[in-house]
């Protein structure tokens, strides 16, 4: 097992369940989504007990999931609850698993219910704030979540997978600097009196700044387990205090990524970008949004036929450089959640 199930990951927006079941593949496991009595998310194994067929093939009827090939209904917590002209009181019941929404997502604990403590969820500093808007989307990309992690640690890969939206030379001429502080992985790096790349003059027209004036610019990357990466992005008119400058002399941002692994080699990409400037204007939100998912989208390609090769040269060791530091640590973070689970779940074994 590659990733942690005592954990909290975002499984699906919660548009996303709505009258319909929702089926999707989270840390390996097959689920069936829906909406229970009141309007609640339930989670169970997507699975019918009486023949097998995907129970998010079917519909919701009166807060129960219905199986769509033979009627069998099924309760929030993956009991059978009837079918038409049988008893099923004896059918054995689905596993259910712990879920939450919040912060306009469906949150899933894949690991030991009992340990599922809602205030453990990822707290974003724009869930609720009226000072600030987000807007996202949904990748499916077809890698390891590591491989993500790395990508997102390492934003030298902007100069050249990103080189007309956000991407500058500037990016690998400046150190950056990673520190570790418990469970979260730091990495910073800045860049003073620049000329800012096509998205930041975008943004700063949109603050009401001028885009040909020298900035600072920096990346702040925050990793925190099992799989979330959190990117204050910016830049600021030159000589103003750079990160710190104050809100009418810079545009700001903060990259949302949750990255949650569907199989060992393929991930749910949920995306996004929280700011803190004109957050009422939707247009914007809109804009901003649609530049983002474009910028997004060129990492696919790269991401999945890294794996593929990886997946052809198995004995082939990736070189580790100073650039992949912020990598490196997150993923000795994750390892080590891991096995911390792995160590649980012997011990529970043992009892």
Not at 133 to 154: E, S, T
Not at 316 to 340: C, F, S
């Amino acid at each position: 097992m590659t990733f942690q199930k005592n954990a909290w990951y975002v499984a699906a927006m919660a548009s996303e369940i709505d009258d319909k079941p929702l089926g999707r593949r989270i840390c390996g496991l097959p689920l069936a989504f829906f909406r229970g009595e009141g309007g609640q998310v339930a989670a169970v194994e997507d699975w019918c007990p009486h023949r097998g067929a995907p129970m998010s093939l079917g519909k919701v009827v009166d807060g129960k999931l219905v199986c769509g090939y033979h009627g069998l209904a099924m309760g929030c917590n993956g009991k059978a609850h009837s079918m038409p002209g049988q008893r099923v009181g004896g059918f054995p019941a689905n596993r259910s698993y712990p879920v939450v929404e919040r912060h306009g997502f469906i949150w899933l604990w894949p690991g030991d219910p009992d340990k599922a403590d809602p205030a453990l969820i990822h707290q974003p500093v724009w869930s609720g704030n009226a000072d600030w808007a987000y807007g996202g989307g949904l990748y499916h990309i077809k890698c390891d979540y590591r491989l993500m992690v790395d990508n997102l640690m390492d934003l030298t890969h902007e100069t050249y997978v990103h080189s007309t939206s956000i991407g500058q030379a500037e990016i690998d001429e400046s150190p950056c600097r990673t520190r570790t502080e418990g469970d979260e992985v730091i990495t910073s790096r800045f860049m003073e009196n620049i000329i800012a790349p096509p998205f930041w003059q975008m943004a700063l027209r949109a603050n009401g700044l001028p885009d040909d004036q020298p900035v600072d610019r920096w990346q702040i990357c925050h990793f925190t387990p099992p799989s979330h990466v959190m990117i204050e992005v910016g830049v600021a008119l030159a000589g103003h205090g750079g990160h710190e400058a104050p809100t009418d002399k810079k545009a700001s941002s903060l990259v949302v990524d949750f990255i949650t692994p569907e199989t060992e080699t393929s991930i749910w990409y949920f995306w996004g970008m929280a700011r803190d400037f004109r957050p009422g204007d939707a247009a914007l939100t809109d804009s901003i949004r649609e530049g983002q998912g474009k910028i997004f989208s060129e990492d696919l390609e790269m991401l999945e036929r890294q794996q593929q090769n990886l997946l052809e040269w198995p004995g082939r060791n990736l070189l580790k450089l100073n650039i992949d530091t912020g990598g490196v640590q997150a993923r000795r973070v994750i390892d080590r959640m891991i096995a911390a689970d792995s160590a649980g779940e012997a011990e529970v074994t043992s009892a």
